[in-house]
């Protein structure tokens, strides 16, 4: 088996060497496909006493500075294998085996801290503001009506960290070691949708070893080859939490989720805060069923975005709503189809002796006392000549001129009222 892979890839460095400069684009887009080549290179990253081990990092190193992006990223999948192969050996102190994964590692931390023209990077992360919307939230969507868009406005300005210029390493020592690991774990985390699946793997078999290796949870797992406790930094363990969450929604749910409980069991040991926050977050943010692989391609994090149309609480209490809620309490519902005609006002009924008082208009305020005068005068007439009606009449009368004066000063009043 070993004699195969040694065949694959000794093919794969003849190869290239004789490659023409206008042939590179077309190699390096057919060179993904090679499956038996990366089964093959993993191989050999993981035997450290491999005779192809140090033309392998070299031949690595040549894709990366030769500029073009898709050999870029063919080198960057290998990135967790070999962080894991250095600090395997680093921890067993036989340096001397790790010297061209070393170099390696230190060849691509260099071109990464410099721009095209050699000068040092200085990257710049902008913190997300609550005022500004972003692909996890809406200003309008927080719900609060004290934190309107305009308030936070005034409070949520942008906060840019930068990160940066990182010096030169002509070798990794113990002081250094996870200041530069953690950088090359960040270029690896910012080209992660282009990474396949036995990458993903990787990142997530390595993060787990590099936990538990030399703590109780090591028999658990079942892991061999390396007793030793590997120290690691807060900072890198954050960084593999980035790939780990990226791992979840892309096909990896099992060996992601042992890498993260993993994770969260040595923040614990190491009593790291940031560490500990990211891993729980992630784990409350988890769906309940596991996701699975899709065959049409990578899966993306579902983010509820909502509407752009800005939208009023329910609860929310405007002028707009009083004022709605004002005209709701002076309507009255419609008698058949005789609807009122625009300009006229209807004055609710009395149940005070039968006596309906009603406003058909305001020109017709004249002709509607001159008919209730009428009106109330014979019915005292009629009630006075009745003598039997006498002791009963005079309540009846004040009854009804009460009844008279209200309408007249409803009447008189009807230009008060308010729409």
């Known amino acids: 088996m070993l004699a195969v892979d040694t065949g694959v890839v000794e093919e794969w460095l003849s190869e290239f060497k004789t490659l023409p400069e206008a042939s590179i684009s077309n190699y390096a887009t057919n060179l993904k496909d090679k499956s038996s ?22 031949q690595l190193f040549e894709f990366y500075r030769s500029g ?32 061209c994964i070393e170099a390696l590692l230190l060849g691509v931390y260099n071109l990464e ?21 972003s692909v996890y939230h809406e200003p309008s969507s927080i719900g609060s009506m004290a934190l ?20 030169q390493r002509e070798m990794l020592t113990a002081q250094n070691r996870f200041e530069v690991l953690t950088f090359l774990l960040l270029c690896y985390n ?67 989720r042992k890498a993260m409980d993993d994770i969260l069991y040595r923040a614990q040991l190491e009593l790291y805060p940031e560490p500990l926050l990211v891993a729980n977050a992630i784990k409350a943010s988890l ?11 990578t899966r993306c994090i579902q983010v509820e975005i909502t509407p752009t149309s800005s939208r009023i609480s329910r609860n929310a209490v405007t002028s707009m709503s009083i004022r709605g809620h004002r005209w709701k309490r002076h309507e009255q519902p419609e008698n058949g189809n005789d609807a009122p005609e625009l300009g006229n006002f209807v004055i609710p009924e009395i149940s005070v002796t039968n006596v309906a008082g009603e ?45 008279r004066k209200m309408m007249e000063d409803g009447i008189n009043s009807s230009g008060r009222v308010q729409f």
């Open 113 to 133: 801290i410099v721009d095209k023209q050699g000068h040092s990077k200085v990257l710049s992360f902008t913190i997300p503001s609550l005022s500004k919307p």
């Open 190 to 256: 910012a080209a992660l949708s282009y990474m396949p699946a036995v990458s993903l793997q990787s990142l997530c078999q390595i993060c787990s070893r590099i936990c538990v290796c030399g703590y109780p949870r090591q028999q658990v797992r079942k892991y061999k080859g390396v007793n030793s406790r590997i120290p690691v930094s807060s900072e890198f363990m954050v960084q593999m939490l980035t790939g780990i969450y990226y791992a979840f929604y892309n096909g990896e749910w099992d060996l992601a």
């Open 37 to 58: 080549l990366v089964s093959s290179l993993y191989k050999v990253i993981r035997e450290p006493q491999s005779e192809l081990l140090e033309p392998v990092c070299h």
């Open 287 to 297: 769906p309940q069923g596991a996701m699975k692989s899709s065959k049409e391609g």
């Open 359 to 403: 406003r058909t208009g305001n020109g017709e305020k004249s002709r509607a006392l001159a008919e209730n005068d009428s009106q109330h005068i014979q019915g005292v007439q009629e009630t006075a000549t009745d003598p039997r009606n006498d002791s009963k009449g005079m309540p009846e009368i004040r009854r009804q001129k009460s009844v």
């Open 148 to 167: 309107t868009e305009g308030a936070l406005s005034q409070h949520g300005l942008s906060r840019v960290v930068y990160s940066g210029p990182h010096p």
């Open 68 to 99: 073009e992006e898709r050999l870029l990223r063919f080198t960057l999948q290998f990135l967790p294998e070999l962080m894991w192969c250095y600090l395997a050996v680093s921890a067993s102190r036989d340096l001397q085996s790790s010297g």
